[in-house]
């Protein structure tokens, strides 16, 4: 079983397999993303993601034993959860 918690973004230090939903304010769904750090995955995303200024927190599910197994869990959210920023897996363009 996957564990899954809601953090504030100061709180993420984790250098560990990870799924990761982001949301805004008002709990939209804007995206979901797999790392295997956290930090410097949301550096990254502060800087290159069109949904970053809109985010308020994470919800972070860990316990993935392999990182074909991580893949295989972010394609399958994508599908059927539709991140409203999410492209690839979720015929759909970025708004």
Wanted: proline residues 3%; aromatic residues 12%; contains cysteine.
């Amino acid at each position: 079983m996957h564990e899954e918690t809601s953090v504030p973004l100061t709180v993420v230090n984790v250098t560990t397999l990870a799924l990761y939903r982001a949301f805004d304010e008002d709990h939209v769904f804007l995206y979901i993303g797999k790392t295997d750090d956290m930090r410097l995955r949301m550096v990254g995303h502060s800087t290159a993601s069109r949904w970053w200024v809109e985010f308020t927190y994470l919800k972070v599910e860990r316990g993935f034993a392999t990182e074909a197994a991580l893949q295989t869990a972010e394609e399958l959210a994508i599908c059927s959860e539709r991140p409203l920023y999410n492209r690839i897996f979720n015929n759909r363009m970025e708004p």
